[in-house]
Structure formats: structure tokens, C-alpha cells
């Protein structure tokens, strides 16, 4: 992510990612994936990949977090996927979802997650 951020290197930042994502599968432990997934999918994945794709990436990496119980890491990724939601997505469908990630996020107590889906979602409603 640095390689990408810091030194402007996208491609280098790219096959960093890909190595870093390719690793999971080889561990077994895989209890920090959900928190590098969704840092790539909020750092790198956006200047290269179809926002589409990155939102699906950031969707999977919530229900590893869910699964490993990194609730920290599943809704800052669920954040990264609404975010990325509105790359031509119905806002009819983006105001409910919405609404469930932001319940969820408050019955979680993610206060900080809980209050960025809260701002966005504010946004939609006020295009509604």
C-alpha cells in the first residue's frame, strides 16, 4: 500500500497486493485477511481494478471478518463496499442496504463505521 500511496508505483502496488492476498491461501491462520483485504480494497484495488470487482472483494472480505470475528476489520470493509456501491448502483437498493449495515454496524458498536454509513447514507436520501 505504501508502494502505492507514497511512491505513486499503481502496478507495483498491484503485485503487492495480489502476493499479499495470494498468502492467505497458503496459511492457515487466517485471522488478519478480513483487516488486509479490506485495506486493499480501500488502497490499491480502486486505481486498477473495475469498482464492481472491488466491491465484491470488499463484500468477501466482510464475511471473513464475520466468519473470524474481526468485526473491527468486517465493517470498515462493508463500509469500503457501500462506498463503492455507488459506482451506477439503484439508490432505491443502496438506501436499503444502507439501512442494513448501518443497524448493523450500531448493534455492533462500531460507532466510528456507524457514523461515516450514517453520512452517506444521508446523502442517498437526500437524492431520493
Keep these: 500500500m505504501l508502494v502505492t500511496c507514497?511512491?505513486?508505483d499503481v502496478e507495483g502496488g498491484q503485485s503487492l497486493a495480489k502476493a499479499a492476498i495470494g498468502m492467505?491461501?497458503?496459511?492457515?491462520?487466517?485471522?488478519?485477511e478480513c483487516e488486509a483485504k479490506t485495506l486493499i480494497c480501500a488502497l490499491v484495488w480502486h486505481w486498477t481494478t473495475?469498482?464492481?470487482?472491488?466491491?465484491q472483494d470488499a463484500l468477501d472480505a466482510y464475511r471473513i471478518g464475520t466468519t473470524t470475528g474481526d468485526v473491527k476489520s468486517a465493517f470498515w470493509a462493508i463500509f469500503q463496499h457501500l462506498r463503492y456501491s455507488f459506482a451506477g448502483a439503484n439508490l432505491q437498493k443502496l438506501d436499503g442496504d444502507y439501512g442494513i449495515y448501518s443497524k448493523l454496524a450500531k448493534d455492533f458498536?462500531?460507532?466510528?463505521?456507524?457514523?461515516?454509513?450514517?453520512?452517506?447514507?444521508?446523502?442517498?436520501?437526500?437524492l431520493l
Excluded: C, E, K, Y
Design 109 to 126: 458498536r462500531q460507532n466510528t463505521q456507524h457514523s461515516l454509513i450514517l453520512m452517506q447514507w444521508q446523502m442517498i436520501q437526500n
Design 24 to 32: 492467505f491461501d497458503v496459511l492457515s491462520d487466517r485471522s488478519t
Design 6 to 8: 507514497v511512491f505513486g
Design 50 to 55: 473495475p469498482l464492481r470487482t472491488v466491491q
